[in-house]
């Protein structure tokens, strides 16, 4: 692989949380706030569900407006569940896509890097199964070029299967005997999962927001005493780790990600993930990555680790051997 390739690079800030993402209610004054943020690694996986738990929490007894703060993926999807529950509804963010976060994404359905097993609840692995569910059941209706979502093969460095979340997540799911696959490599699992070209998903859902009737406005809230300036006495906050200063939640940490961009190669049907990192192939490019930096800020991309992650890759498909 040819380092000429590469049509651009780029650094996220995963809004990670070690005892997992919020999705809870409060007042604030007389409004119902409902929280749903700091899904670290997997707000693309888990938008749909996790916001599914925010709106069932949030809409009970409601009538009238609603308001949902924040336009990255949690934002809109918490908007369109509004709007199918039968509410108006209003996005107020301070970026809209492609400015967020959830554009950089490398749009993998997979729970990856959102909390550690010793920090979190039972009650929250049930909340977070309930998520996965309904996030893998509606992905699959977006299946096509409309929403950029897809079906690929993965094959993923490990020695054991992936842990089954649900009895149909992730489907295939086995390790691979060495006549199977061409990586030189001692243990490969396949499985089969959806992939999220992220621009092409987050255009179309606003779209189908504003379609639906939704509104969008940009603005920026310091305090939370602006956001009981609103009119409307619901309101979702979907900030990702804006969430932090907003609400002064420092548990939320950025969990910096790297990605080295290559030209498009759509003859490629298959994704990996190892110790190389990962290797998503998208119609806008392919995807290079799986960086994980705790509480690294900067978004501009570093050109060490880039090399490093170029690097890897080309030493993975350079050792590609032929099998029978
Ligand atoms: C490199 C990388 C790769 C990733 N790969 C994957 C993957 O393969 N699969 C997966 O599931 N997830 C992946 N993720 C994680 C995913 O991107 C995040 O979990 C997700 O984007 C979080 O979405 P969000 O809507 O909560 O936040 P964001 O996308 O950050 O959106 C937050 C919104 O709130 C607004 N906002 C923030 N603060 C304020 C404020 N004070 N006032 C008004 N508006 C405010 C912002 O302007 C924005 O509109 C990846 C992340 C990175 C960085």
């Known amino acids: 692989m040819d380092a000429s390739r590469v049509i651009r690079t780029v650094a996220g800030l995963r809004p990670y949380r070690r005892s997992g993402f919020v999705v809870r209610a409060e007042a604030l004054g007389e409004k119902r706030l409902v929280h749903n943020y700091g899904h670290g690694g997997a707000g693309i996986t888990l938008s749909w569900g996790s916001s599914k738990l925010a709106t069932e929490l949030g809409l009970q007894?409601?009538?009238?407006?609603?308001?949902?703060?924040?336009a990255g993926v949690m934002g809109l999807s918490t908007a369109r569940l509004v709007q199918e529950a039968g509410f108006p509804v209003t996005i107020y963010a301070a970026a809209l896509p492609p400015d967020t976060t959830s554009?950089?994404?490398?749009?993998?359905?997979?729970?990856?890097?959102?909390?550690?097993?010793?920090?979190?609840?039972?009650?929250?692995?049930d909340q977070f199964r309930r998520a996965v569910d309904y996030s893998w059941q509606r992905f699959q209706i977006m299946v096509g070029d409309d929403y950029g979502v897809r079906w690929l093969p993965t094959y993923s460095e490990a020695s054991r299967p992936e842990t089954q979340l649900l009895s149909t997540f992730p489907p295939i799911n086995r390790l691979l005997s060495q006549g199977e696959h061409p990586f030189a490599l001692d243990h490969l699992v396949?499985?089969?999962?959806?992939?999220?070209e992220t621009g092409r998903y987050l255009r179309q859902v606003l779209r189908d927001m504003q379609t639906?009737?939704?509104?969008?406005?940009?603005?920026?809230?310091?305090?939370?005493?602006?956001?009981?300036?609103?009119?409307?006495?619901?309101?979702?906050?979907?900030?990702?780790?804006?969430?932090?200063?907003?609400?002064?939640?420092?548990?939320?940490?950025?969990?910096?990600?790297?990605?080295?961009?290559?030209?498009?190669?759509?003859?490629?049907?298959?994704?990996?993930?190892?110790?190389?990192?990962?290797?998503?192939?998208?119609?806008?490019?392919?995807?290079?990555?799986?960086?994980?930096e705790l509480d690294e800020w900067?978004?501009?991309?570093?050109?060490?680790?880039?090399?490093?992650?170029?690097?890897?890759?080309?030493?993975?498909?350079?050792?590609?051997?032929c099998t029978a």
Not at 190 to 196: C, E, F, G, H
Not at 229 to 251: I, Q
């Open 298 to 321: 900067s978004t501009v991309p570093d050109p060490e680790m880039i090399s490093g992650i170029l690097a890897s890759h080309k030493r993975l498909f350079g050792d590609f051997r």
């Open 190 to 196: 396949r499985y089969d999962t959806l992939y999220v």
């Open 103 to 125: 554009n950089i994404a490398g749009g993998q359905f997979h729970p990856f890097g959102l909390y550690r097993e010793d920090a979190v609840t039972t009650e929250w692995k």
């Open 212 to 292: 639906a009737g939704g509104r969008v406005e940009v603005r920026r809230f310091a305090t939370p005493a602006d956001i009981a300036g609103l009119t409307e006495k619901l309101v979702f906050n979907c900030t990702g780790l804006g969430a932090r200063d907003l609400f002064g939640d420092m548990e939320l940490r950025p969990a910096r990600g790297q990605l080295a961009v290559l030209l498009p190669q759509p003859e490629v049907r298959y994704a990996f993930t190892g110790s190389a990192g990962y290797m998503f192939p998208r119609a806008d490019g392919i995807i290079l990555g799986g960086t994980f």
């Open 61 to 70: 007894g409601h009538s009238g407006p609603v308001a949902v703060l924040g």
